[in-house]
């Protein structure tokens, strides 16, 4: 490739500064859904396995998990954009124009979104988050039954304690150390497989700057931007392995005796 292919004309490490916090946001939205339905739905499934709330939560599971993103996505736009626009559908129904209500500097991470922020997040995070929380909910299920043939789940169901605590203190807490590592690893494969889901709701992050910067032939910016994915992948990577010493007991980091 010759220089002339190389169009940027910015900094990279201002418009990593820029659209880095977008696509943190989203990823965070993103992976709370998924946690909190994936880990939700695999808890209740195990919990009444071989009931119809197994068999719909498994059936959800498979249909969500066998849907691409960017099918998803476009579906979603083609609902809450064209049929929703030409039938007359209330505001809220409608997808709201992010890259004109979008404001980096009204944005930060620390802080609760609020009712308009939360509707442009909604959507790309639900399509974004959609094929993991499958993955989740079938890993949580599976986990929770394979902790609960233990024998310190049997020793505390023999001690008289109540269900809801063999399940929530002995089950739940060994279960989550596989799910807790799917969970920590995904969120640097979310920022970095956003590109699709970036560029279908127009989120200004850096998923939709990687896939404009290759379409131009723009390599310093894909190196860049591909950079920071891999050092926030290897940050996940870190404090899943420090949070497996609060999950298990059992495992000190340290050297404990």
């Keep these: 490739l010759s220089g002339e292919s190389y169009t940027t004309r910015e900094p990279v490490a201002d418009m990593v500064k820029q659209r ?11 992976m709370m859904i998924e946690a909190t339905i994936g880990i939700g739905s695999g808890v209740l499934s195990a919990r009444r396995r071989g009931s119809i709330a ?4 498994t059936i959800a599971a498979v249909v969500a998990g066998a849907i691409p993103v960017f099918v998803l996505g476009y579906l979603l736009t083609l609902v809450t954009g064209v049929y929703a626009f030409e039938h007359g559908w209330p505001e809220w129904a409608r997808l709201p124009a992010i890259s004109n209500n979008y404001d980096p500097d009204q944005w930060s991470l620390f802080i609760i979104p609020n009712l308009d922020q939360l509707e442009l997040l909604i959507q ?15 890993l949580t299920r599976t986990t929770m039954l394979e902790a609960q043939t233990a024998d310190h789940v049997r020793t505390a169901r023999a001690k008289g304690l109540r269900e809801k605590t063999v399940s929530r203190r002995h089950v739940l807490r060994n279960a989550l150390i596989p799910v807790v590592t799917f969970i920590g690893i995904d969120f640097g494969t979310i920022i970095g497989f956003a590109i699709l889901t970036e560029t279908v709701f127009q989120w200004p992050g850096l998923g939709s700057k990687v896939a404009t910067a290759a379409g131009q032939s723009d390599l310093p910016v894909v190196l860049a931007l591909s950079m920071v994915v891999m050092l926030i992948y290897g940050l996940m990577n870190l404090v899943v392995d420090i949070s497996y010493a609060k999950l298990d007991p059992r495992i000190r980091l340290g050297g404990a005796k």
């Design 124 to 138: 790309p995070a639900v399509v974004l988050a959609s094929v993991s929380t499958a993955i989740v909910a079938r």
């Design 54 to 57: 197994d068999t719909i939560t």
């Design 20 to 30: 880095l916090p977008a696509s943190l946001r989203l990823a965070i939205f993103a």
